[in-house]
């Protein structure tokens, strides 16, 4: 029984084959995008869930207080570690991490860049990195020893065996031991670093950050297995108020599970907002719309062809067939055609999965896994069952004598019915044009909005080797690559102007509450800085030679100056850290954060000792020989470390990458649902045509022109698309409004967006039904009469 049911069901697909192949076409897409969606949703749900004892581990995290509200953060103090793992018994393991940045590693004279980080002891029994050499417990309990990851292992040494022992030089001045090799991070972990170092190191060379007073370093802790968190919050709550003897008030530590930082690293006032997990959750429902949308074509077709079945359904129900089997019969040929559609769904996503890989940035990899087959074959069977059961509850009630006279009368509820399905396809794909003008939009206008600054043609690197031991000898390097053709201008700052790298609130001033702690980015500079990055001067002036005193200057910027309530700041003086400085300038605003935020106070103070970074204008068009000159110049200046460098634009643009990949795949998304939405609309004004072929005959022969059955035929059809794109605008609007609240500045949604994409829609439905209508209009009005 089973098999002469397939057996059926193959030959009504085989006898339509214009209807199979377009719900070939439309559900093999449908099930293509939700494939590709389940991919990239699967893989940023799995980052950083790698770890054996994902459970147990933390981040330590902090809400402090300021004047306008709370700041989270995710640094702590230097003894925040090593206090927990004491006083706390919760604590299995706890680490102390900070950054090591473009550091060159050499092994018998070969330099190699790379980027690490130091961390605590028991880092390897926290997380799940797999150790090829050496033991968790001892590879960081050394004072001078190195891991080094296997990638970079091969770098220097041209192998990954026997390394235990062996000697790389650190930035050509300290010697480590390696004393281990671990496989380099998996794509799917939030850090991927070269080589670690112990954390001793860190506190022996910055003893600033042993200070319960200081933040900047990273913990992270493994607590006991069925530990309460939130009552282990509670009681950590309270701890750098405990640890400071009640002098700090207005920071509050907190656990945030270690993996959920990617999805959920949103705090808004102290309140966690989310993150791209809004991402997520907005291509799962995009890939649940485009399945609907690929359903309806088949409910659409299905249903619009009954004509053509009502005899075969007669005889059916007169030979004894009961509506439940005719009803399994029509699910079953919407299941087999949907499975078909997924072999040809799973055959696009292999060929097309290296180029969605280019734009997701990911390394997706299509396995075959019993966990991925189950979800693949769920899908669509979902796909299947939606898609078909309007089609078999419909061409199961059909009255066997009706059908077999002939007569087949379309009830009123029926049209309605498929007109809404026409009309809910067309609303989906009008508000993803929509949304997708908006999100281009957006982006484009974060790409090129004046942050206030000229962030073109800045080159820029880190200071090391001799020009980081030296200031002599990067005074002289700088002046020697001012006077380099090309070069506008030079300086040194401490600062990379792409996000929150250092603040203090230790800035005191007359007026100033003694509780609050709000913190103003802190950005030390050389001479020449600010003239470099052309920050605009509201009034005053910048750091000059020419004044000695400018060692105990400092420049706010406009926010700064608001903060603190300041009228005519210029000579005013305010503290730092206990020592009195005067105000000699004050610069327009600038974005030193992404646009997601305000501009928050920020102050320049001249200190070239304390910067790290060395910044270099370069003219427009002369970027090549600029660059080829300033190479063989370091060359000379700091032999034995490569210059690598970076365009400051680059550091900004990678504060948007995920916008602008978002961008990109709704643009792909969206009109692959337009496409399927028309592949729908093509085959119902093929039916509609066929239908009322008789009718069109009879309109030509009494006179009626190809352009007034065109018309006709078409008239229908855009009063529902119009219909659906003044249901998809408020829908629109409200979308678009919700994404770019989470930028403090933005675009704001116009009536010409709007109107591009209600037109641009129409034009897409005029063009895919006009193939059809003309095809009527324009046949012999004799065949399809003759037929009578």
Known sequence: MLKNYFKVIWRSLKKDRQSSFLNLIGLSTGLACALFIYLWVMDELRVDKFNTKDSQIFKVMEHRIKADGIWTAPSTSGPMAEAMKADMPEVVYAITEGSAADVTLTVQQQDVKASGKYTGKDFFNIFSYQLLQGTPDQVLAGSNSIVLSDVLALKLFNTTENLIGKTVEFGHKDQYTVSGVYKSPP??????????LPISILFETRENIRSWGNTGPRTVVLLKEGTDVAQFNKKLAGFVTLKTNGETKHRTPFLKPYAENYLYGTYENGVNTGGRISYVKLFGIIAIFILIIAAINFMNLSTAKAARRMKEIGIKKVAGASRGSLMLQ?????VL????????AVVLVALLLPAFNDITGKQLVLSLDPAM??????????????AGSYPALYLSGFKPI????GRLVSSAGELWIRKGLVVFQFTISAVLIVSVMVVYRQVEYVQNKNLGYDRDNILSFRREGKLQASQDHLESFIREVKALPG????????????????????VEWTGKNPEDRTEFENVAVSYDMLETMDFKLKEGRTFSRNFASDSNAIIFNEAGIKFMGMKDPLGKQVKLWGETREIIGVVKDFHFESLHEDVKPLFFRLNPGATYSVAIKIMPGKEQETIAGLETLYRQFNPGFPLAYKFLDEDYQQMYTAEKRIGVLSRYFAGLAILISCLGLFGLAAYTAQRRQKEIGVRKVVGATTGNVVVMLSRDFLKLVLIAILIAFPLA??????????????ITPNAGMFVIAGFATLVITCLTISYQAIKAAMANPAISLKAE
């Open 330 to 334: 029509y699910m079953g040929e919407s």
């Open 487 to 506: 070069v506008k201008n030079a300086s040194y700052i401490a600062h990379n102007m792409a996000g929150h790298n250092s603040g203090t609130s230790g």
């Open 373 to 386: 087959i189950l979800s693949f074959l769920l899908i669509t069977l979902f796909t299947g069952l939606i």
């Open 337 to 344: 055609m949907t499975f078909i559609a997924l072999i040809a």
């Open 733 to 746: 609007w409200w979308a678009s409004h919700q994404w770019l609240q989470g930028f403090a500045y933005h």
């Open 187 to 196: 794509p799917n972990a939030t850090e991927q670093f070269d080589f670690l």
């Open 402 to 405: 009706t059908v077999l006279k």
